[in-house]
C-alpha cells in the first residue's frame, strides 16, 4: 500500500483529518490513514512500565459498530484487558478490549476502549468503527481519492 497523504486543518469550529489515496486504493480497503497514534492506558500494563505509544495505520469502517486493533498490536502492546465484550453467539468466545488514546493527525484525541480483534488485515492495526465516527463526520471521494474527518472543537 502506498503512503497516503494526510492534511490537518481547522475551519468554522471543525478540526479536519484531510487524506489523499490512490483510487485503487480507497475502493479495495476504503478510507485508510498512516501515522495515528494509539497510547494504551498504562494501568492495564503487564508489567511496571508504561507502554510506549505507537504509530499506526487506521481503516475506517462505518459497517464496524466499535472500533478495534489487531491482535498483533493488541500483543505488541503488553496490555491486560479493561474488560471483555460478550458475543452474540453461544459458541463464541468473550472478546478483550483495550483501553487506549487514539491521537489523530488534525490534533483530535479520543479515549476509546478497543476491541482485540483477530481478523484485523494487515496493513491495518486499528479499525476506526461508529462508536468514534459517531463523534464526527466524513466526506470521502472515490472518485478523487480524497477523503475527510472532521471532528467539532470545544
Known amino acids: 500500500m502506498k503512503k497516503n497523504r494526510a492534511l490537518a486543518f481547522t475551519l468554522g469550529g471543525w478540526v479536519t483529518l484531510g487524506v489523499d489515496m ?9 478510507p485508510s490513514v498512516q501515522g495515528v497514534k494509539i497510547t494504551p492506558d498504562a494501568s492495564f500494563s503487564e508489567t511496571n512500565v508504561s507502554p ?28 491486560k484487558p479493561c474488560r471483555f465484550l460478550n ?35 494487515q496493513p491495518h492495526d486499528l479499525l476506526i468503527g461508529r462508536d468514534i465516527l459517531r ?14 474527518l472532521e471532528f467539532k472543537t470545544g
Not at 58 to 72: F, H, K, L, P
Not at 135 to 148: A, K, N, Y
Open 22 to 30: 490512490p483510487v485503487d486504493e480507497l475502493l479495495r480497503y476504503g
Open 52 to 79: 510506549l505509544p505507537r504509530h499506526v495505520s487506521a481503516q475506517v469502517d462505518t459497517g464496524a459498530e466499535i472500533s478495534c486493533i489487531s491482535v498483533r498490536l493488541w500483543q505488541e502492546l503488553g496490555v
Open 87 to 121: 458475543a452474540d453467539t453461544e459458541a463464541s468466545r468473550p472478546v478483550p478490549m483495550c483501553r487506549a488514546n487514539i491521537a489523530f493527525q488534525n490534533g483530535t484525541q479520543i479515549n476509546a476502549d478497543l476491541a482485540v480483534f483477530a481478523q484485523l488485515a
Open 135 to 148: 463523534l464526527g463526520r466524513i466526506v470521502v471521494d472515490f472518485t478523487t481519492g480524497h477523503w475527510e
